[in-house]
Each structure stands twice: as C-alpha cells, then as structure tokens.
C-alpha cells in the first residue's frame, strides 16, 4: 500500500505553500486512507491563508475533500450503516470526534474534548489530514458518507462544510416552513441555506450581499429576493416591512462574520425572531446589542460552529434532491491542479469566486 503522498503544505501567511512529500503511516483501526479526488477552497482556507485567522504550522490546509478508498484497518462502516469497500466514492465529516467525551455524551460531538479537525491540524506523525494533497488518513470517530453517482465531483466537494452547515444552521433554527426569512451573504453558504430554506416551504427568502454578481446566482431560486445592499441598508428594511407588513422576518441567518451585516440582521428581524450567527469564524469588533433588546424583543439568537454527523448526511440528500442545473450544484468556478495551488488561492482571494477547486 502506498506510504507517502504529495502534499501541499502551508507554513503561515506570507510565505508560499510547498509541495512536499509526506509520510503516510499505517492506518490504525477505525481509520481509512483516502485518494483524494478534488478538494474546494472554502472561506476559512482563505482567512486562514490571509492570516485573519490562526492556524498552527506547518499544515495542510482543505477540508472540503472527496475521493475514494484506497485502504482501511478494520471493518468501517459509512453513516446509513454499510460496509465500506476500496474504490467507494466518499466524503467525511470536518472533524473526528471520540465518541466518549462530556460533549459527545450532550450531543455536541463538534466540540469534541480529542477533536481534530481535517485541513487544521499541525502537521506531525499523522500524516496528511487535509485535502490539498493526493492522499488523506481519515481517523477513527469520523462520520463517512458514499456519494450518490449523480453527483458529479464539483457538486459533492462543498458537501461537508458549506453545505452540511447550512443544513446545521437550518435545524438549529427550527422549522422554517411558512417563514419569512433574511439572509446576510450571498457567497456559497447564504446561496445553499436560501435553496434549502426555500426546499423547506420557507415563504420568502430576502438574500443580501454587497455584491450584485453573487445576487445573480439566486435569481433562479423561486421565492428568493435578492437585495444588493451595498453601503445602504435602507432596500433590504424596506423590501423586508413591504413583505412582511411591517413586521420584520421570523429568522436571520448571518453568514459573512461582519458584525455590522449582524447588527443588520437584527434590524430586520421581527419581536420573538430568532437569529442565527453562522459566518463569524474570525476576530471582528463587539455587536451593538444590549441584553435589554434581548429582552424586550423576545429574541433567540444561537451560534453555529462546525456541524454534527447529522447535517453531512442531511447536505448530500439536499444536494441529490435538486437539479443539476441548481446554482448550489454549481458552485464551482475554475479549477486548479495541485502544483497550481498558490495561484489558486491568489485567484481566490483576487476573484472572490463562490468555490474555487483543486484536483489533485
């Protein structure tokens, strides 16, 4: 079997990613190695790549990963409870938990006392556990789902964080059928909750950005109000109380990290709505928000950070169930090999594209 991998290895902000070659050490029991296929270059690569956000170094960036079993210690088996064989197609969950810990026994295994988090961990005697390389060890505690054929690659790569937490962001919110609903970021994420909102018999969906390219894409959506706010947030207030009766909308759900979309966000948000914090992944300042307004409105406001085993298997239905003409199956811009990967990142960060790509 094979015992190295070429990977492309991040040493800070500021510095060029390397190709080097990487040991990859036996699998242990519980554990797989994985040839990776494509991996997409999600937002935190980018802030983390940027240096908005800390990462321990040398690493291998990527969580955004799929590819096929080369290799597994043991008998493994994917999220609907069947074996797992060499050559399955498959994508895996943003990190491995234990399984055992006091947050895994409560049911937030994403916070994990042991976690290790695929495209964040330092690299050391694991081998590579991110996607920019052309093999990766999957660890024990890592929920595994196959890919359905009709998804093409470029359609499944976002699955196991853009998509899977947009499905998280949904179900900690609660039922959003009947719902009015407002949207902060029209980039890969807001675009996915605004289509699964909508699947979900969501009324209205008013997604903002300050970009009308990105706003383009949800033109196709039916139900989807796409709001270029810009420097003025005067349109998206006045286009939510037109439809709302003066109310405001039932949920929000903030997707780019600024605290001044957030503060928006609660602008528009109706007495009793509930507001969910999804983008703010990186320091930003304080929101303008007293427990007094709490209070008096009624508000529910809870945060989303990595998603549960649940909301994996949950984005790989979604994305099955829609067209693949659907702008959340086409996410993908232009694609990269892995010897290009700096100019994909420098594409990234210059072009703002919704994904960019990496086929190993």
Same mark, same amino acid.
Not at 253 to 261: H, I, L, N, V, Y
């Given at each position: 079997m094979i015992r190295s991998t070429t990977a492309a290895v991040f040493h800070g902000p500021g510095k060029p990613i390397e190709l080097t070659e990487v040991a990859i050490p036996p699998p242990e029991p519980g554990?797989?190695?994985?040839?990776?296929?494509?991996?997409?270059?999600?937002?935190?690569?980018?802030?983390?790549? /940027?240096?908005?956000?800390?990462? !321990?170094?040398?690493?291998?960036? +990527? =969580? @955004?990963i799929i590819g096929r079993v080369l290799e597994l210690k043991g008998s493994i088996k994917d999220m609907s409870g069947r074996d797992l064989h060499p050559g399955d197609r498959v994508t895996w969950s943003i990190a491995a938990s234990c399984g055992d810990c006091f947050?895994?026994?409560? /049911?937030i295994p994403q916070k994990c !006392?042991?976690?290790?988090?695929? +495209? =964040? @961990?330092?690299?050391?005697?694991q081998g590579p556990v991110g996607g920019l390389a052309?093999?990766?060890?999957?660890?024990?505690?890592?929920?595994?789902?196959?890919?359905?054929d009709s998804l093409e690659d470029t359609a499944a790569c976002p699955a196991n964080c853009c998509t899977a937490t947009a499905a998280a962001a949904l179900r900690t919110a609660g039922p959003v059928n009947q719902s009015s609903i407002a949207i902060m970021g029209a980039g890969s994420l807001g675009l996915t909750t605004a289509a699964m909102a909508l699947q979900q018999q969501a009324t209205t969906v008013f997604l903002a950005d300050v970009d009308d390219a990105r706003l383009q894409r949800a033109e196709s959506l039916a139900g989807c109000v796409p709001v270029c706010v810009g420097n003025d947030t005067e349109q998206l207030r006045q286009a939510v109380s037109g439809q709302t009766h003066g109310r405001g909308v039932d949920v929000v759900?903030?997707?780019?990290?600024?605290?001044?979309?957030a503060e928006t966000g609660l602008d528009v948000l109706r007495i009793g709505g509930r507001l969910v914090l999804v983008g703010a992944v990186f320091p930003d300042r304080a929101m303008d928000l007293t427990a007094e307004t709490i209070v008096r409105r009624l508000l529910r406001i809870e945060g989303v950070h990595n998603y549960q085993p649940q909301d994996l298997r949950a984005a790989?239905?979604?994305?099955?169930?829609?067209?693949?003409?659907?702008?959340?199956?086409?996410?993908?811009?232009?694609?990269?090999?892995?010897?290009a990967v700096n100019e994909a990142f420098q594409f990234a960060l210059e072009n703002r594209p919704l994904r960019v790509a990496v086929r190993p």
């Open positions: 554990e797989l190695i994985v040839e990776v296929t494509l991996c997409t270059i999600c937002g935190s690569d980018l802030h983390t790549f /940027s240096g908005r956000r800390s990462c !321990e170094c040398p690493t291998i960036l +990527g =969580h @955004e947050y895994c026994s409560n /049911s !006392e042991q976690l290790a988090k695929y +495209g =964040h @961990e330092a690299l050391a005697t052309k093999h990766c060890r999957i660890m024990a505690g890592t929920a595994v789902c196959r890919i359905p759900f903030e997707m780019t990290g600024s605290t001044t979309a790989i239905e979604f994305l099955e169930s829609v067209p693949a003409e659907s702008p959340v199956r086409n996410l993908v811009d232009r694609t990269f090999s892995l010897d």
